[in-house]
């Protein structure tokens, strides 16, 4: 178990040393576009530090984690106006999990997007339902092909250090 984590593709993105379009990042987190995204500003936020599950993150990566997703989804909400956001873990496989390392998905959403609803979708005062949108919003999203994490590093350039969620680099992806 020694150097764990020296492997791990995810590690190498959360410490720079693969290049990924970083949002945001301080001395614990890493967050950057997937990607492979499920919708376009679909963000990663990676513990820098090997991490395989939620459970095993220390107490205050759990809380400081809890408040980068609150952000994230503030800053997409607010700053790119899309209507809401999903914040995904899957810890193990039989979760769904099919990275080595903790990945927390921030996943803006839209009206219509057609991803993944945990629970049956019920009206709510004030909320609006996949049932009030019209189909044919799948675009060039393509059939699921369920493989299995890309190896190849992603391509841009790593930015320089953000303080703050970066949220150009988000807007650029959803407005290209
Ligand atoms: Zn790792």
Known sequence: MAE???DCIFCQIANG???AKKVYEDASFMAVLDINPANPGHVLLLPKTHTSVYPQLSES???GAGMLCKKISLAMIQGLGVQGTTI???NGGVAGQRAPHLIIHVIPRMQGDNLFQPHPVKPVDGMPTPAD???GKKEDKGEDEGEEEKKDPPSDKQAAPAKEIDL???AEVLGG
Do not use: K, L, R
């Open 17 to 19: 040393q693969v290049p």
């Open 88 to 90: 995904f873990v899957a």
């Open 168 to 170: 150009d680099a988000i």
């Open 61 to 63: 990566d759990s809380s």
């Open 4 to 6: 764990e984590g020296q």
């Open 133 to 135: 949108v019209p189909e």
